[in-house]
């Protein structure tokens, strides 16, 4: 079926640095999505991303992150600074439309924040 | 707002037995589209099942589900379990006026020989 890709797969980073996490959305997707996951616990709903603008996003989305997918190359969730509780497991999604759309996930980027 | 619940966190069962996973829901649209995801350990969620047809049997790979509109109801099913179905099942609602889907909590089930 169609593939999302994350990159990296595992980040480990300092506190109050920047982290970048990288997208590569299915080719002919126009919807992109975050959730976040801690470990042992539900997928939450970060923020979702169409025609290079935030549509929603949650109250988990801080002022710390952001998004943007320049001239179609990765969609990227940033970071910055990051802080302890940001450590989860990033979920990255993409789909055709949001009517009886289906999402598809990558394999998630693990941030550990030390 | 919108939400999903699975009230089972855990289901631990024995290989053959039948595999029943409750998921709710709430939301004012009268046209709700829910999905069923499976997640197999450090793995992404995979669409098992999904469905916005009232009072229709949805399967695929030996699963089903059956929208109920009246009780606001999705559960998965299956007839027989698998050692490898273990795994963490997500039930989930999408939100059409926020291009959101929104997961529940999560079951986890737990398939033993």
């Known amino acids: 079926g169609p593939k999302v890709l994350q990159i990296p797969s595992h980040q480990i980073i300092d506190m109050g640095q920047m982290v970048t996490l990288n997208c590569d959305p299915v080719?002919?997707?126009?919807?992109f999505y975050w959730y976040k996951q801690i470990l042992g616990q539900q997928m939450e709903f970060l923020v979702n991303f169409y025609n290079g603008k935030v549509m929603e996003k949650s109250k988990l989305f801080k002022d710390q992150f952001s998004v943007e997918r320049p001239d179609g190359s990765y969609f990227t969730l940033k970071i910055q600074p990051t802080a302890l509780e940001d450590s989860a497991v990033y979920f990255c999604a993409s789909s055709r439309g949001t009517d009886q759309n289906t999402l598809y996930f990558g394999a998630g980027t693990r941030l550990s924040v030390l | 707002g919108d939400s999903v619940t699975q009230t089972e966190g855990l289901v631990t069962l024995t290989e053959g037995l039948p595999v029943m996973l409750n998921c709710t829901y709430q939301?004012?649209?009268?046209?709700?589209?829910l999905f069923w995801y499976v997640q197999h350990l450090n793995e992404s969620p995979r669409l098992l099942l999904k469905?916005?047809?009232?009072?229709k049997r949805t399967e695929h790979q030996g699963f089903h589900a059956t929208l109920h509109k009246s009780s606001s109801s999705f559960h998965l099913q299956k007839s027989s379990a698998q050692l490898s179905d273990s795994a963490l099942y997500y039930c989930a609602l999408m939100n059409y006026n926020q291009g959101k889907l929104i997961f529940g909590q999560g079951t986890k089930l737990s398939i033993k020989p």
């Open positions: 080719s002919n997707h126009l919807y």
């Open positions: 469905s916005f047809t009232d009072n």
């Open positions: 939301t004012i649209y009268s046209n709700p589209f």
